[in-house]
């Protein structure tokens, strides 16, 4: 079946510093690929997403593009605050029909000032 | 929009005990996901529905867990009798039927079991 493997955490950085999480994925078909963010006590929110091959998506100083070739998806920011500090997920979404959402298993994010 | 609403908020219970967890959906939307999270697990699904259908509920632990969907603002997901490794966050997320569309989540219900 579908699935998600992020890099594991935690990581620590400190602020200004470049971020990189990475994530693969194994699918049948051609999904949708989504970086949701958790902050602490709070659900998941969508942060971005691509749709199809080669799509960068983009929110917030955070990047990611969709790499068909390498079947990767991982997460890039130039320079973290503090305000980052969350657990970020990969998530892909079936276009085959299934529709749901397959998480990967999460990465804790930590910026020091 | 007020978005997806769960509630309760936190729940503690006593091992054996009945709990029910709610949802709302946000309006308009005809999909709506339950995800439980651990830290040992991470994020699963448990069930789907579509239409208040339900389509895929083979993340259901077993038969102690049980979802329903009466009508597309409103659904519930029963535990009885809990379990201590029942305990977790559970979430809710909503959204429309389509792969590219985003699922929106709902704020979780932290579920003790004691």
């Known amino acids: 079946g579908d699935s998600v493997t992020q890099m594991e955490g935690p990581v620590t950085l400190s602020e200004e510093a470049f971020l990189t999480i990475n994530c693969t994925y194994t699918?049948?078909?051609?999904?949708?690929l989504f970086w949701y963010v958790q902050y602490p006590g709070e659900g998941l929110q969508l942060l971005l997403k691509a749709t199809k091959a080669d799509d960068k998506g983009s929110n917030k100083g955070f990047e990611a593009t969709y790499r068909k070739e390498t079947t990767s998806f991982h997460l890039e920011k130039g320079s973290v605050q503090v305000s980052d500090s969350a657990v970020y997920f990969c998530?892909?979404?079936?276009?085959?029909?299934?529709?749901?959402?397959?998480f990967g298993q999460g990465t804790r994010l930590t910026i020091n000032p | 929009d007020a978005g997806v609403i769960q509630s309760p908020r936190h729940e503690v219970t006593e091992m054996g005990q009945e709990v029910t967890l709610r949802c709302k959906p946000i309006s308009g939307h005809n999909s709506l996901f339950w995800y439980r999270q651990t830290m040992m697990r991470g994020l699963e699904l448990l069930i789907y529905f579509n239409n208040n259908v339900p389509i895929d509920d083979s993340g259901m632990p077993e038969d102690r867990f049980s979802a329903k969907m009466p009508n597309a603002s409103f659904s519930t997901l029963k535990i009885q009798p809990s379990e201590p490794r029942d305990s977790a966050v559970y979430f809710c997320?909503?959204?429309?039927?389509?792969?590219?569309?985003?699922?929106?989540f709902g704020q979780g219900t932290r579920l003790t079991v004691v």
């Open positions: 998530a892909l979404s079936d276009l085959q029909g299934a529709q749901k959402l397959v």
């Open positions: 997320a909503s959204s429309l039927i389509g792969g590219n569309t985003e699922a929106f």
């Open positions: 699918a049948t078909g051609y999904p949708s």
